[in-house]
């Protein structure tokens, strides 16, 4: 069974650069693992993934300000995955997810989510 787990601080200010961790025990080492968000009001939006080789994908519209990596431990058992979200604004108030899937990009588990909220 896979188990994903969000973390990071739940209140960011404008202009800085938001990071999540996701922490991944169980399963297999060859999934894609995603980062989701979802504003208050408004449906989930695919932000980008990174694949168990380390090539990363991104979506058109947050490409220039987001970068995935991830750190795969020789204990396989558990592994951690990183979002990064620069120059921030109150738009980036969401709850983000983090999910892994194979043998594609997908979203099989999920983690619970965590409220990020961009503030002053």
């Known amino acids: 069974q896979v188990q994903l787990q969000e973390s990071g601080p739940g209140l960011v200010e404008p202009s800085q650069t938001l990071s999540l961790t996701c922490t991944v025990s169980?399963?297999?080492?060859?999934?894609?693992w995603s980062w989701i968000r979802q504003p208050p009001g408004k449906g989930p939006e695919w932000m980008g993934a990174?694949?168990?080789?380390?090539?990363?994908?991104?979506?058109?519209s947050l490409q220039s300000r987001t970068s995935i990596s991830r750190d795969t431990s020789k204990n396989t058992s558990k592994n951690q995955f990183t979002l990064q979200l620069r120059s921030v604004t109150p738009e980036d108030t969401a709850v983000y997810y983090c999910?892994?899937?194979?043998?594609?990009?997908?979203?099989?588990?999920w983690g619970q989510g965590t409220q990020v909220t961009v503030s002053s």
């Open positions: 999910c892994s899937g194979s043998p594609h990009i997908s979203c099989d588990f």
């Open positions: 990174i694949s168990y080789s380390g090539s990363t994908y991104y979506s058109p």
């Open positions: 169980g399963g297999s080492l060859f999934y894609y």
